[in-house]
């Protein structure tokens, strides 16, 4: 199943916020046989691969249910990695092959962005989003007010 992981935010004088492929994407996943979500959430980044036991493909992520014993794996599709940019409207980041789970929460963690002022001059790399869906900050190049609020996947 092909699963497009698509957010929308609020954007105040930020632009392109981000994870990138190679940082971590922290998920709960759901197995689609016995349909148990993790507790937890796991990560994985979108550029390392794992050996698929038993078969000659590769994954980003393989995990087997603990419940159902059912092994399962997501598979980053190539090329469809992108920026969030448009304030307010939903927008697909990426997107996923997942054979036997489910992508169910995502939890978005430490994101990068751009700033708006002194022609985007300014970046942030410690966006928090991973308890909170608001994040605010300030712009010394541009002197204005940054922030990213009601982030939602």
């Keep these: 199943m092909r699963l497009d992981l698509q957010v929308c935010a609020t954007l105040e004088n930020l632009t392109n916020l981000h994870l990138s492929e190679s940082d971590d994407w922290h998920f709960k996943v759901k197995c689609t046989q016995c349909n148990e979500t993790s507790e937890n ?16 493909g590769e994954a980003h992520y393989i995990a087997k249910c603990k419940f159902c014993d059912r092994s399962g794996n997501v598979e980053y599709l190539p090329n469809t990695w992108k920026t969030y940019s448009k304030s307010e409207q939903w927008q697909t980041i990426a997107s996923f092959e997942c054979r036997n ?53």
Excluded: C, R
């Excluded at 796991?42 to 000659?56: D, P, Q």
């Excluded at 994101?111 to 970046?123: F, I, L, R, V, Y």
């Excluded at 300030?138 to 009601?150: C, K, P, T």
């Design 41 to 56: 959430f796991v990560y994985f980044n979108l550029v390392e691969k794992n050996k698929i036991e038993g078969s000659k």
């Design 101 to 153: 789970m489910e992508l169910v929460e995502f939890n978005p963690g430490m994101m990068k962005a751009q700033g708006t002022g002194n022609d985007g001059d300014t970046h942030f790399d410690d966006i928090d989003l991973s308890k909170e869906t608001d994040w605010a900050g300030f712009d010394e190049g541009a002197d204005q007010a940054v922030g990213v609020y009601e982030f939602k996947s």
